[in-house]
Antibody, heavy 115, light 111 residues
């Protein structure tokens, strides 16, 4: 079964760093890009960026460029989304999706940033 | 403000046919495939339609998609209570270095 399994919920303080993960299984991880999508509370879906796990080439939405870092470790079929300094406005659900038309989605990781 | 424009809400009674529109531009819908996602309350989005009008296996044929120019639409026939969800359209946008763009989402209520 093709699936993406994300890391668990996080509660952080403003200014802290964070890395969440997305592990692929059931398919060749390096054959498909992985996208990250944000959903703020009660709001719609926003595409953040994507990575090609075969060579770690990335492209970001202008709205998120410079605010997050997307990376991958193909040896363990895992993609990451990372913040160096969280803000309260980063509070949201974050999904990874296989970027083949986003045909497979992770279950989501809730990130709460609060002092 | 989303790049793709969807109505914020739609509704219908069981058995009815409803359509949800998605409007874009020449850099996204006008030159690339359209995808539709269904998000049930408290769950991750699920791919409903890909490449304008193709259904993944397991998606009922009550769901259909179409595209014309810079607009697309999702039709749901034989509406059922379990179709009550948020629906999003998406397309690749060729501007800048390329990016996926979404519609703002349509909340479908089954009356």
């Amino acid at each position: 079964e093709v699936q993406l399994v994300q890391s668990g919920a996080e509660v952080k303080k403003p200014g802290e760093s964070l890395r969440i993960s997305c592990k692929g299984s059931g398919y060749s991880f390096t054959s498909y890009w992985i996208s990250w999508v944000r959903q703020m509370p009660g709001k719609g879906l926003e595409w953040m960026g994507r990575i090609d796990p075969s060579d770690s080439y990335t492209n970001y939405s202008p709205s998120f460029q410079g605010h997050v870092t997307i990376s991958a470790d193909k040896s363990i079929s895992t993609a990451y989304l990372q913040w160096s300094s969280l803000k309260a406005s980063d509070t949201a659900m974050y999904y990874c999706a296989r970027s083949n038309g986003m045909d497979v989605w992770g279950q989501g990781t809730t990130v709460t940033v609060s002092s | 403000q989303s790049v793709l424009t969807q109505p914020p809400s739609a509704s219908g009674t069981p058995g009815q046919r409803v359509t949800i529109s998605c409007s874009g531009s020449s850099s996204n819908i006008g030159s690339n495939y359209v995808y539709w996602y269904q998000q049930l309350p408290g769950t991750a989005p699920k791919l409903l339609i890909y490449r304008n009008n193709q259904r993944p296996s397991g998606v009922p044929d009550r769901f259909s998609g179409s595209k014309s120019g810079t607009s697309a639409s999702l039709a749901i026939s034989g509406l059922r209570s379990e179709d009550e969800a948020d629906y999003y359209c998406a397309a690749w946008d060729d501007s800048l270095s390329g990016l996926w763009v979404f519609g703002g989402g349509t909340k479908l209520t089954v009356l």
